[in-house]
């Protein structure tokens, strides 16, 4: 199944959408509605029905064991400085999995230094590319050897669909291994030509020790996005895992180490972002932070890079972007898709499509069936098969998206399907549309990070990609349009790092991806990815009668 899946993955979501969703196991039941003053009940007029037999169902068991729940430092797991430890939940029930290690500063500075020792000392940085290569090479077979493991893991922790995982992420993660081990032995400096009798090179050379934060949507892909070029070009890594999801790294840390790595090249702090976090982004001996997550949490972490040791810094940061459908589309086609772009890993997703504006002359009819795709839509336990959508990470961001929720209702957007928590276990919320939304709406201004669909109405090109344009975001933009012209135009206009033209999400290893304006600095994946771990040297030596310059 591994390999099969491995294939399947190299375009880590764009297939997707190749497929319908399951049947309900068992007939639809109401659901409640929450009205704009709070109040549960059904609103007036509506009576909506969702596949979501599998929320009432017992939470199927998962099919792995909690095996590591320390700390990784030095190539050992060893427990937190203070003891401590925190649980991390099982989002389908709030019920816990696992006490997990709390570090902070002191873990932190026990992982710096071991990762300091490995880069001043150890073999890491001196070994030959080439050696790094294989130890990336095997370290991605052996993701795919436990790819199930993994992916219940990644599951059981985040809330994720299992098939999601399983077929597509894990194998993501095999495959970016694979492309950034592809790397190691090809970066290469310059030899310059000088005006004058001089040899001038320009070294590449690895930055040193990387502090890294990753978030809770995506976890494993983003260790992987993180470790995979950092190590590629000879850095040590210290990594702070997001506190609702440590299970994923910690495992796939160990695999890394049994593939060959060296004690001491990647370490693993599981703890807060105000302890943990804020003791690497401010260490002195870290020569570099990646971090991913909201704009008002990246904009601390370089502020503490700043303020300490001046430290490199890239931020993949939050979106709100836009999904732009013009009146050629096929409009069930582009329903599809739409409904992919937002409601894709249960609307978490930094890039999630999440103002879909529609053209006047089509938007009654898109409304109604993106309606009823979203009625379609199997929301339940995410172990379980047909299963699209599981429940949020947490309680904090369920009762967050709800509370959006009651925003857009109370600024008169039209609540077309949707609108309330399912069941009374977990933080399962239903597929929720909102339609005649208007651009000073706070859901359409602020990230929701959630099942909600915003739709608006435009009727001209200019129009629209002003109205695009207006935000705090450049994170990723759709475009639906079967006109070169116009798909060439949108592409050129929009201030977004990544336009998709007629499909979503594709992430390939190569392309790469980073926004504009407060969705971040630099680039993830690709050939600039790797730009963010390396420093430029230059070495100027004189020619004494030489042949030529």
């Not at 049947?23 to 059904?42: E, N």
């Not at 440590?246 to 990647?266: I, R, T, W």
Request: with cysteine; proline share 5%; aromatic share 8%.
């Amino acid at each position: 199944m591994a390999a099969a899946a491995a294939r399947r993955g190299s375009s880590l979501l764009s297939r997707c959408l190749l497929s319908r969703p399951a049947a309900a196991a068992s007939p639809a039941v109401p659901s409640a509605l929450r009205r704009a003053d709070g109040t549960q009940g059904l609103l007036p007029g509506i009576l909506q029905r969702f596949s979501t037999a599998a929320v009432a169902e017992e939470p199927i068991s998962p099919p792995v064991q909690v095996n590591y729940t320390q700390l990784l430092i030095d190539g050992k797991f060893v427990d937190s400085a203070s003891g401590k430890t925190f649980p991390t939940l099982d989002p389908r029930t709030g019920e816990l999995i696992a006490h997990v290690a709390e570090g902070d500063a002191e873990d932190i500075n026990r992982a710096v230094h071991a990762a300091r020792k490995a880069f001043d000392e150890g073999p890491w940085p001196k070994m030959t590319a080439y050696e790094r290569s294989r130890i990336l090479l095997r370290f991605a077979d052996l993701i795919e050897k436990h790819n199930d493991e993994i992916a219940a893991l990644e599951t059981w922790d985040n809330g994720k669909p299992y098939a999601q995982a399983a077929q597509i992420e894990v194998p993501m993660v095999a495959r970016l291994m694979r492309y950034y081990a592809g790397w190691a032995d090809k970066i290469h400096g310059l030899v310059v030509p000088a005006d004058g009798p001089h040899h001038v090179q320009v070294l590449h050379e690895p930055i040193g020790v990387a502090g890294q934060i990753i978030p809770w949507n995506f976890p494993l892909l983003m260790f992987a996005w993180k470790v995979g070029p950092a190590l590629a070009c000879g850095n040590t890594v210290v990594l702070k895992t997001a506190e609702q999801t440590p299970l994923s790294a910690l495992f796939a840390s160990k695999l890394l180490h049994e593939a060959g790595l060296p004690d001491g090249v990647v370490n693993v702090v599981s703890g807060f972002g105000p302890t943990a976090g804020a003791a690497l982004a401010s260490h002195m001996d870290v020569d570099k932070i990646a971090f991913t997550g909201s704009t008002d949490t990246g904009k601390v972490v370089l502020e503490l890079a700043a303020r300490s040791n001046l430290k490199s810094v890239t931020l993949e940061l939050g979106g709100k972007s836009p999904f732009i459908i013009m009146d050629d589309a096929d409009v069930d086609h582009a329903v599809e898709l739409a409904h992919f772009a937002l409601f894709f890993n249960q609307g978490q997703c930094c890039c999630a499509g999440s103002r879909t504006f529609v053209h006047e002359r089509i938007y009654d009819e898109f409304v109604e069936k993106a309606k009823a795709r979203a009625l379609k839509r199997v929301v339940g336990d995410p172990f379980k098969n047909g299963v699209e959508q599981g429940p949020q990470i947490d309680d904090e961001q369920f009762n967050k998206i709800l509370r959006y929720i009651k925003y857009g209702v109370d600024s008169g957007a039209n609540l077309v399907t949707g609108g309330d928590r399912l069941g009374d276990k977990g933080y399962y919320i239903q597929p929720t549309i909102f339609s005649d939304v208007q651009d000073n709406m706070r859901i359409a201004q602020e990230e929701i990070f959630g099942p909600v669909q915003s739709i608006l109405k435009f009727n001209d090109l200019n129009e629209v990609i002003k109205r695009a344009n207006a935000s705090q975001y450049g994170l990723a933009a759709g475009v639906f349009t079967n006109n070169l012209n116009t798909a060439n135009t949108l592409t050129r206009a929009l201030r977004v790092g990544t336009v998709w033209v007629n499909c979503f999400d594709v992430f390939d290893a190569a392309i790469p991806f980073g926004g504009y304006k407060q969705s971040g600095i630099g680039r993830e994946k690709g050939i600039d990815s790797l730009k963010n771990y390396l420093q430029v040297k230059a070495v100027v030596t004189p020619i004494k009668n030489a042949a030529w310059l």
